[in-house]
């Protein structure tokens, strides 16, 4: 038996224990298939967010000292 054949078999006892637990509705086939292969599809890795180098903050500009009185009146 090849693995699609095993794959399928799996997946259609899967949609069929689906079908079961909804009451056996009638017309909702696909969606008990699909629910099957979601169950039954591993979830894929997340992909590691890349880590960007932190740039180091540029030390602040000293605000220039305040002009006293005595400094405007030695201009």
Do not use: C
Request: glycine share 2%; net charge positive; hydrophobic share 35%.
């Amino acid at each position: 038996m090849s693995k699609t054949a095993i794959d399928e078999n799996k997946i259609r006892e899967t949609a069929y224990l689906f079908w079961l637990d909804d009451g056996q509705p009638e017309g909702r086939d696909q969606e008990h298939w699909l629910k099957a292969v979601d169950a039954l599809t591993p979830p894929m890795p997340k992909k590691r967010a890349r880590k960007t180098p932190t740039k180091k903050a540029a030390p602040k500009a000293k605000a220039p000292a305040k002009k006293t009185v005595k400094a405007k009146a030695a201009k």
